[in-house]
């Protein structure tokens, strides 16, 4: 007697199915965003709990907010995730759009200023910087514009992504927020050398770049404390006389404090009395020096190097030039910013405000960076569907 065989489920499908999705999951790069997330979060209620008590209020205030960041950035990242991310190339000029329509917003009277820049909505307790949801919009377009030709970047395609990518830096730069613009910038240059972008081109750029720059200290478009940021970290002898010579000096103060293995955690003499400014944004990192020392600090640069590695490799393995553009966006913008905001918490770079991807306080940095992992994560598992 003959049988019917029994009809496959769902289940049994996915599970045979070599190329699904779901089977290339990167786990390195997960595993390191969380620690890396998870770390950020011990530093941040260590920065903040003791002058929280101080002032009379819950020492994990802070704590439990960036704990909903992560949570709500993890959210996010399973939704990029879900989505196939070609279908983000249809979007892209939706996004770009409506990144640039907030970018305008936010230098009208809704826009809320911050330590002398115009960078934020305030909504209650919360702030929100369209600057960070820039950058993801940012890549997605130029993708989207630097992919469509295929071979090498035509002096036409080359020009259009300029002029894509200055539209949101000259809105950055009016609020002013030179962090945000470099990383802008960072974007644009690395994206344009993986999508074939000739040497002259690269060139020419620099070389307008430059004069821009000398421009803006030329017509003093820059503000006093921002030019003090950008050079006090060159300057030799006592820079302690200017805010920025202060919290630069603090800040090397507070990491060589930690030594090898660092004072313990909630430890810190100088994260306890509050010396750093900025310490849960924009200085994080000196927490981790001076709690966890040299053995902490190495093993954060270690868990950055592997979301690196991932995220290069990632690049290698799309399957199209519009994933691989993806991921040059986002390492360039990872890469750039830990560079930065390490490099300046150690006084070898010029304070510029950036936080410390998934470690520094904050929900639009914490989504961002969350979200643009997703993208690569996205990239990766579907390199064979």
Not at 61 to 89: E, I, P, W
Not at 159 to 187: F, K
Not at 300 to 315: H, P
Request: charged share 10%; aromatic share 8%.
């Amino acid at each position: 007697m003959q049988t019917t065989a029994a009809p496959r489920g769902i289940g049994a499908v996915l599970r045979r199915d070599p190329a699904a999705p779901w089977r290339h999951l990167d786990w390195p790069l997960v595993g390191a965003a969380a620690a890396i997330a998870g770390l950020g979060v011990l530093m941040v209620f260590s920065a903040t709990r003791t002058a929280m008590a101080d002032a009379g209020l819950d020492p994990a205030t802070y704590l439990k907010r960036q704990l909903a960041f992560v949570a709500v950035g993890t959210v996010v990242m399973a939704l990029v995730v879900a989505v196939d991310y070609h279908s983000y190339r249809d979007f892209a000029p939706i996004g770009y759009l409506g990144a640039v329509a907030m970018l305008v917003l936010v230098l009208s009277p809704l826009g809320t200023e911050v330590r002398g820049a115009q960078s934020w909505f305030a909504i209650g307790s919360f702030q929100i910087q369209p600057a960070e949801f820039a950058k993801l919009a940012l890549i997605a377009m130029l993708a989207t514009c630097a992919g469509s030709g295929g071979g090498a970047l035509d002096r036409r395609r080359f020009l259009v992504c300029l002029g894509i990518g200055g539209v949101p830096i000259a809105l950055v730069l009016l609020q002013p927020d030179l962090g945000s613009t470099l990383v802008l910038m960072a974007i644009i240059v690395g994206m344009l050398v993986i999508a074939g972008a000739r040497p002259r081109h690269l060139a020419a750029l620099g070389v307008v770049a430059l004069l821009g720059v000398i421009a803006l200290f030329q017509l003093d478009l820059v503000d006093d404390y921002q030019r003090e940021r950008l050079t006090n970290f060159a300057r030799t002898g006592d820079t302690a006389a200017t805010a920025s010579g202060f919290q630069s000096e603090q800040a090397e103060t507070a990491i060589g404090a930690g030594g090898l293995f660092g004072a313990g955690l909630f430890e810190g003499t100088q994260t306890k009395l509050g010396f750093v400014p900025e310490q849960q944004t924009d200085f994080i990192f000196t927490v981790v020096g001076e709690e966890l020392g040299f053995a902490g600090s190495a093993t954060l640069v270690l868990l950055y190097g592997v979301i690196v590695w991932r995220v290069w490799r990632t690049a290698q393995l799309s399957r199209d030039l519009y994933g691989t553009l993806v991921c040059a966006g986002v390492l360039a913008m990872l890469v750039f910013q830990v560079f930065e905001n390490m490099g300046m918490s150690m006084g070898l770079m010029p304070i510029t405000g950036l936080p410390l991807p998934l470690m520094s306080y904050g929900g639009s940095s914490m989504l961002t960076s969350c979200a643009a992992l997703g993208l690569v994560l996205n990239v990766h598992m579907r390199r064979f569907s």
